[in-house]
T-cell receptor
Framework: GENVEQHPSTLSVQEGDSAVIKCTYS??????FPWYKQELGKGPQLIID?????GEKKDQRIAVTLNKTAKHFSLHITETQPEDSAVYFC?????????????FGAGTILRVKS | GAVVSQHPSWVICKSGTSVKIECRSL??????MFWYRQFPKQSLMLMAT?????????EQGVEKDKFLINHASLTLSTLTVTSAHPEDSSFYIC????????????????FGSGTRLTVV
């Protein structure tokens, strides 16, 4: 069925280092892959997204790569800062009758140590 | 950018009472809104999808008579938790997807800030 797997579940990095979070999806028809940052007690905030016709997208310290053949996509955060500490979720857009929906990964707790 | 306002941000209610949560798209029209539930340290689980002017589509295992969804306008959707019980305590989050003219592809989903429901 529709499934998005996300790894790792927790990630601790030293300030200034890079962080990489990986996701795989099951539906080959998925065509939109957003990444969200969620801070405690708040709703998810979109940080970057990528569509299936693009292999890579970058926005300052954040980048996302997509491998459609392997059905996986990754989030890369460079020069991490303490304020990057949060829970990160990947998602994939699943097509179904009546419209699309997002299926979320399980989340990654990122801790940036100063 | 697109903003979704969700209210209240938190609510405490007694067991057996009903609670209504509102989700408004402030600067865009949302033909489709989504309602999620998130338990502590877990991911977002889709409860239902609502399209303006029609009945909501509920995910498997979600009781439609318990979680009433109304999407009467392009900018407002409401979720009512009826006869709430302690096990309904959770973080409820709405999301709205904008509607664009044909030819403009948009898959943007904007999320509200969430509502912490505690049933005592």
């Amino acid at each position: 069925g529709e499934n998005v797997e996300q790894h790792p579940s927790t990630l601790s990095v030293q300030e200034g280092d890079s962080a990489v979070i990986k996701c795989t999806y099951s539906d080959s028809a998925s065509n939109y892959f957003p990444w969200y940052k969620q801070e405690l007690g708040k709703g998810p905030q979109l940080i970057i997204d990528i569509r299936s016709n693009v292999g890579e997208k970058k926005d300052q310290r954040i980048a996302v790569t997509l491998n459609k053949t392997a059905k996986h996509f990754s989030l890369h955060i460079t020069e991490t800062q303490p304020e990057d500490s949060a829970v990160y979720f990947c998602a994939a857009s699943i097509s179904r009758s009546g419209g699309n929906k997002l299926v979320f990964g399980a989340g990654t707790i990122l801790r940036v140590k100063s | 950018g697109a903003v979704v306002s969700q209210h209240p941000s938190w609510v405490i209610c007694k067991s057996g009472t009903s609670v209504k949560i509102e989700c408004r798209s402030l600067d865009f029209q949302a033909t489709t809104m989504f309602w999620y539930r998130q338990f502590p340290k877990q991911s977002l689980m889709l409860m239902a999808t609502s399209n303006e002017g029609s009945k909501a589509t509920y995910e498997q295992g979600v009781e439609k008579d318990k979680f009433l969804i109304n999407h009467a306008s392009l900018t407002l959707s409401t979720l009512t938790v009826t006869s709430a019980h302690p096990e309904d305590s959770s973080f409820y989050i709405c999301s709205a997807r904008d509607s664009l003219p044909p030819g403009r592809a948009s898959y943007g989903y904007t999320f509200g800030s969430g509502t912490r429901l505690t049933v005592v």
